[in-house]
C-alpha cells in the first residue's frame, strides 16, 4: 500500500508540470517487451512555432524482440519545416529493456537507450537514456519516463537536457481507449532553478489508443495526441500519431 501511494503520488505531481520536448512526432515509451515481436512502427507528427514556421516530422522504423528483456529498433526519420521540402533528418535506434515482469512489483520498470546519427554530423550524435514506469490501477494505467538528452561530437555547447513524458489512460475496450498524455523538459540538469519555473517546452492534451487484432501475433496498434494545453514559449497545435503492425 505505502509503494502504491508513492507511485500515484509521483505521476499525479508530475502531470502539471510534464512535457520532453524534442520533436513533434514523439512518443511515450512502454517498458514491456514482447520476445520474438517484430513490429513496422509509423509515427507522425506537427506543431507550429511561432519564429520558425510550421514543423513536421515521420519517422519509419522496424523492431524485434530480441529476448525476452530487449527489444531494439531502427528508425529512418525525416522532417518538413517551414520551407514546404521534406529530407530525410537522422537515424534512430533505439533499445528498451524490461527490468521487472508485468505485475512482480507495485510499479513495473524498463529502460530506454537510444542513439540518434543526425544526417548533418554538424549537430553531433544525440543519446537519450532513462527510467520507464507504468502503474496499473484497476482499467487505469498510469506512466511516466525520466529521460536525460546529452549531445556528443557538437561544437556547440549545449549541455544534457533532463525531461519526462507521461501518460493516463482508461482501458474502456481494446479498439478504442481514452487519456491524456503530455512532453517536457526541465532545462539542464545543472539548472535546477527551471523547476520553479513554467518550463518553456510543456504540452499536454487528450489521446486516444487501441488495437485490433489480426489473428495469430498480427495486431494494428495505434495512438494519437492533440497537445494544446501548453506553456508560453512551446509550439502550439501539436498532433501526434503512431501505427505499429505487430507480426
Known amino acids: 500500500m505505502r509503494f502504491r501511494r508513492a507511485a500515484c503520488a509521483i505521476l499525479l505531481g508530475i502531470i502539471p508540470l510534464a512535457a520532453t520536448a524534442g520533436e513533434p512526432n514523439d512518443y511515450v515509451f512502454l517498458p514491456g517487451v514482447a520476445y520474438g515481436e517484430r513490429e513496422i512502427d509509423l509515427k507522425l507528427g506537427t506543431w507550429k512555432q511561432s519564429e520558425e514556421g510550421r514543423t513536421s516530422a515521420a519517422s519509419i522504423g522496424f523492431g524485434l524482440g530480441l529476448t525476452?528483456?530487449?527489444?531494439?529498433?531502427?528508425?529512418?526519420?525525416?522532417?518538413?519545416?517551414?520551407?514546404?521540402?521534406?529530407?530525410?533528418?537522422?537515424?534512430?535506434?533505439?533499445?528498451?529493456?524490461?527490468?521487472?515482469?508485468?505485475?512482480?512489483?507495485?510499479?513495473?520498470?524498463?529502460?530506454?537507450?537510444?542513439?540518434?546519427?543526425?544526417?548533418?554530423?554538424?549537430?553531433?550524435?544525440?543519446?537519450?537514456?532513462?527510467?520507464?514506469?507504468?502503474?496499473?490501477?484497476?482499467?487505469?494505467?498510469?506512466?511516466?519516463?525520466?529521460?536525460?538528452?546529452?549531445?556528443?561530437?557538437?561544437?556547440?555547447?549545449?549541455?544534457?537536457?533532463?525531461?519526462?513524458?507521461?501518460?493516463?489512460?482508461?482501458?474502456?475496450?481494446?479498439?478504442?481507449?481514452?487519456g491524456f498524455q503530455g512532453f517536457g523538459d526541465l532545462s539542464s540538469w545543472n539548472h535546477w532553478e527551471a523547476i520553479d519555473q513554467p518550463s518553456p517546452q510543456n504540452r499536454m492534451g487528450p489521446a486516444i489508443f487501441g488495437k485490433f487484432a489480426l489473428g495469430g501475433r498480427q495486431a494494428i496498434r495505434y495512438n494519437a495526441a492533440f497537445l494544446f494545453i501548453k506553456s508560453n514559449n512551446a509550439p502550439s497545435q501539436n498532433i501526434r500519431a503512431q501505427i505499429e503492425y505487430e507480426f
Do not use: C, M
Not at 97 to 106: K, R, V
Not at 117 to 139: E, F, H, M, S, T
Not at 163 to 175: D, E, N, T, V
Open 68 to 178: 525476452q528483456k530487449w527489444f531494439t529498433e531502427f528508425y529512418a526519420v525525416f522532417q518538413d519545416t517551414s520551407d514546404n521540402s521534406w529530407h530525410f533528418d537522422a537515424w534512430e535506434w533505439e533499445n528498451k529493456f524490461q527490468l521487472t515482469e508485468t505485475g512482480q512489483y507495485p510499479v513495473d520498470a524498463g529502460f530506454i537507450v537510444e542513439i540518434e546519427k543526425p544526417n548533418d554530423l554538424q549537430g553531433g550524435y544525440q543519446v537519450l537514456i532513462g527510467p520507464l514506469l507504468q502503474k496499473d490501477l484497476g482499467k487505469v494505467q498510469l506512466n511516466a519516463n525520466f529521460l536525460l538528452t546529452q549531445i556528443f561530437g557538437s561544437h556547440s555547447s549545449q549541455r544534457a537536457e533532463y525531461g519526462y513524458q507521461w501518460q493516463a489512460k482508461y482501458r474502456w475496450q481494446p479498439k478504442f481507449e481514452f
